[in-house]
């Protein structure tokens, strides 16, 4: 789906509006304010969705461009290395629900993160 500065969204029964980020931004570009609900059940939110997207290629969180297709196996890689990219809380979330029904990856290098 496609969506405009100040739509509204329901996900789990919470509103969220679209809005842009800070002109200083490295990325700025229409992205879902995840307010009032609290930051976990937003990023679980997320990684939700992209268990059943099959067009989105990439996200971008904590810094890092996560490789989607291969982390869900729709683009399918024996092992994945995302070592020393200082992954967060949100990239484990994110991974977590990919790898899940991935059959195909038998390496994730998650060292130094």
Known sequence: DSFAVGDKVMYGGQEMTVSCGDEDEKFYRPHIKMKPIDWFAGITAIA????ISESLTKLHVDD?????????GTDPVDSLKLSSKNLGHA?????????????????LDLSLD
Do not use: E, G, R
Not at 48 to 51: P, S
Not at 91 to 107: D, E, F, M, Q
């Open 91 to 107: 990239s484990a979330v994110v991974i977590a629900s990919c790898i899940s029904a991935n059959t195909s990856l038998t390496v």
């Open 48 to 51: 939700d969705a992209l268990c």
């Open 64 to 72: 890092v461009d996560l490789p989607i297709k291969q982390l869900k």
